[in-house]
């Protein structure tokens, strides 16, 4: 399915929904009783990823089964699936972007609401990779299919205007060229599974099963290259996601909302980048390298180490050079340059024909900050990006996880 930008303006106007959002999820509220190419490859080394990803809690492998269908990754637990689970992300994605009927306003009946639709959509979350599978099109079972969901800073807000997720992602130098329908929205909806069918159907049945009445702003499907944990190659041909918080100290650290009605959750970051990578591929490989700062072939920084290893910043040539050049994408985007944390980065990559290819940044961090911090810093000093057009832009809340007797949305206060 390509790319849709079908806004709230552009739905027709005798549109038949099932139920009104507000009457609907509210009563269902009461039955429940609960309710830039940031950091392509910044950071520093962590441990081998082996023993990082066997140190998450919840963490499963996705083997292939016998069957030939991978292992089941549990809906269940602290945080939302789909983020740090399964340690290897999935080859496919889908992402669809809703705006909620009602207009977001901080009122009780706004607010119930939001919790019964968040309750809905964890049940059907625990249907749709349960036994229910088959229901919505996967035959064969769920698979690795993972569902993530998040509230935008509209919805948010409503909440308390002070609350992690409740501001919206700041303009940056180049989001000019991002469209109105694909920036911001109130609703995120991320399916994630190794068969590209399960991830459409899915994605679609939890939309008309626990949001029918939200419209659609926009979608994407997304595919990864073949990698190990979070690494793979990206559509410019160098490694991505080389460095990230792994394991459960880290992820506590950078990734996890630490306290407050909202601990457990993530501060997710979506921007959908077109990338010029004809351009960039037709460059000689030591300026590709230049740029990015890390060899080509197997990921090493330009300062030297193994594919995982640190850059060294203070590296110089014999003539007084830095080794790792000036304005190259790793240096503009260090944490110890921009003064953020580091950040879950689950890119995927798009192609929409007609030019419109690139990748589908998306990236979980505890505050909003660690992104902006970094993505302000990749306007000034970055050569990547002459390479790349922001076509999409919006963060959400990642509520934190659920199960069967704790709904999702719960402990929005």
């Known amino acids: 399915m390509t790319d849709q930008t079908t806004g709230p303006a552009s739905a027709p106007e005798g549109r038949t929904r099932r139920r009104d959002l507000l009457r609907g999820v509210a009563a269902a509220g009461a039955a429940a009783g609960f309710a830039g190419v940031a950091g392509l490859a910044a950071g520093r080394a962590t441990a081998d990823d082996g023993e990082r990803q066997a140190a998450v809690p919840g963490v499963t492998s996705t083997p292939a089964a016998a069957g030939g269908r991978p292992d089941a990754v549990d809906a269940a637990g602290p945080h939302q699936a ?19 009927v009602a207009t977001p306003a901080p009122t009780a009946p706004f607010r119930d609401a939001v919790r019964a639709l968040c309750a809905r959509l964890g049940t059907a979350i625990l249907d749709l990779t349960g036994e229910r599978a088959a229901e919505a099109g996967l035959l064969d079972g769920p698979g690795d299919l993972t569902a993530t969901i998040g509230l935008g800073p509209r919805v948010v807000a409503a909440f308390g205007d002070d609350l992690p997720g409740a501001q919206p992602l700041p303009a940056f130098a180049a989001d000019a060229s991002v469209p109105p329908e694909r920036t911001g929205g109130d609703l995120l909806i991320a399916v994630y599974a190794s068969d590209p069918n399960d991830a459409h159907r899915g994605a679609s049945w939890l939309a008309e099963r626990a949001a029918p009445d939200a419209v ?11 990698g ?21 100290d880290e992820q506590d650290d950078h990734v996890w909302i630490a306290d407050g009605p909202l601990a457990g959750g993530s501060i997710c970051v979506v921007r959908r980048l077109r990338l010029d990578a004809a351009r960039f591929t037709a460059e000689p490989v030591d300026r590709q390298e230049a740029v990015i700062g890390r060899h080509r072939n197997d990921g090493s920084p330009l300062s030297g180490g193994g594919p995982t290893g640190e850059v060294d910043l203070l590296a110089k040539t014999p003539d007084g050079q830095y080794v790792t050049p000036a304005r190259s994408h790793v240096r503009a985007a260090h944490p110890s340059v921009t003064g953020s944390a580091l950040m879950l980065r689950r890119g995927y990559a798009f192609d929409d024909g007609a030019a419109d290819a690139g990748l589908l940044f998306v990236c979980f961090q505890r505050d909003l900050r660690s992104f902006v911090q970094t993505q302000f810093r990749l306007d000034e000093v970055d050569d990547l ?13 990642v509520l934190p996880g659920f199960d069967a007797d704790h709904p999702l949305g719960v402990t929005l206060p």
Do not use: C, E, K
């Open 228 to 248: 190990t944990g979070t690494i793979a190659r990206n559509p410019l041909g160098f490694h991505d996601g080389v460095i990230v918080p792994r394991n459960a």
């Open 385 to 397: 990006s002459a390479y790349v057009t922001p076509t999409g832009s919006a963060t959400f809340l």
């Open 216 to 226: 659609l702003r926009w979608s994407q499907r997304g595919f990864r290259a073949p």
């Open 82 to 100: 789909g983020i740090a689970r399964p340690p290897t992300p999935q080859p496919h994605g889908q992402l669809l972007v809703l705006d909620l």
